[in-house]
């Protein structure tokens, strides 16, 4: 009988003590990740849809082309590694291009993001990585 009411007391504990997204079935451990919500995107029913259209359309909005010396458009591409960090700004890690004015344009594109609700990994905030590329 003893043993019995041990076992219930440390059941009962341990599900006082669980974390929120977090599941456990024999030995494997689940945590659930979350993206970042872009704002205007909280209540959307596809978030991940609406923070690819939302990034997309800052692109389209906020994107300045630059001319080289001769005063030709410079064309190129640009792949932008950054992340949105636990306050759920925006990060830029690395900027990969042959042009340098390339570089500083994608760089200042993705720093001007607006910050958001960061993304989260079983139920607190978690810096979450990616690599866009850009075409100009």
């Known amino acids: 009988m003893k043993k019995l009411l ?7 504990g341990m599900i006082g003590f669980s974390q929120e997204d977090v599941s456990v079935k024999g030995n494997k451990i689940s945590m659930k990740e979350t993206a970042p919500v872009w704002n205007g995107c909280e209540n959307a ?3 991940k849809d609406c923070f690819n259209s939302m990034l997309m359309k800052h692109i389209k909005e ?14 190129g591409k ?3 590694k950054m992340e949105v960090n636990e306050e759920g700004n925006v990060v830029v890690n690395s900027v ?10 994608a760089k200042r594109l993705m720093e001007s993001i607006p910050e958001m609700t960061p993304g989260k990994l ?15």
């Open 6 to 12: 041990i076992i219930a007391v440390m059941l009962t």
């Open 62 to 75: 906020n994107i300045k082309y630059s001319k080289n010396a001769k005063g030709e458009w410079i064309r």
């Open 45 to 47: 029913d596809n978030q």
């Open 78 to 80: 640009a792949i932008v």
């Open 96 to 105: 990969e291009s042959k042009h340098a004015e390339l570089k500083k344009e």
């Open 122 to 136: 079983a139920g607190k905030p978690k810096a979450i990585k990616y690599t866009i590329p850009l075409t100009f």
